[in-house]
Nanobody, 122 residues
Framework: QVQPVESGGGLVQAGDSLRLSCAAS????????TAWFRQAPGKERDFVAA????????YYADSVKGRFTISRDNTKNTVYLQMSSLKPEDTARYYC???????????????WGQGTQVTVSS
């Protein structure tokens, strides 16, 4: 069993940076592909970024490419999402997910955290 726990959200201004963390408990948590999704009120949960279990490859939504960076430290069972040049449209609740069941881009993951709120003011 893996339980992701997100942290690092908050209220920032447009152009600011923020780093989210996803700490996963569970002995095998470091072997799972892990992703970040986000969901704004009234909208679907959208893919943001994903990283393979060994950190060898990462993937990004077009809307965040060049601004967000996903990384992981398997010694700490933690995945990070460094967000820069934040925009008001980045406002959403950000969720960490582990172990995709279909593909890395679909919100069909086995393990989910409770999310952390990111609000970007203009």
């Amino acid at each position: 069993q893996v339980q992701p726990v997100e942290s690092g959200g908050g209220l920032v201004q447009a152009g600011d940076s923020l780093r989210l963390s996803c700490a996963a408990s569970g002995r095998a948590s470091s072997v799972y592909t892990t992703a970040w999704f986000r969901q704004a009120p009234g909208k679907e949960r959208d893919f943001v970024a994903a990283i393979l279990w060994d950190g060898g490859n990462s993937y990004y939504a077009d809307s965040v490419k060049g601004r967000f960076t996903i990384s992981r430290d398997n010694t700490k069972n933690t995945v990070y999402l460094q967000m820069s040049s934040l925009k008001p449209e980045d406002t959403a609740r950000y969720y960490c997910a582990a172990q995709p069941r279909i593909n890395i881009f679909s919100p069909q993951y086995t393990y989910w955290g409770q999310g952390t709120q990111v609000t970007v003011s203009s």
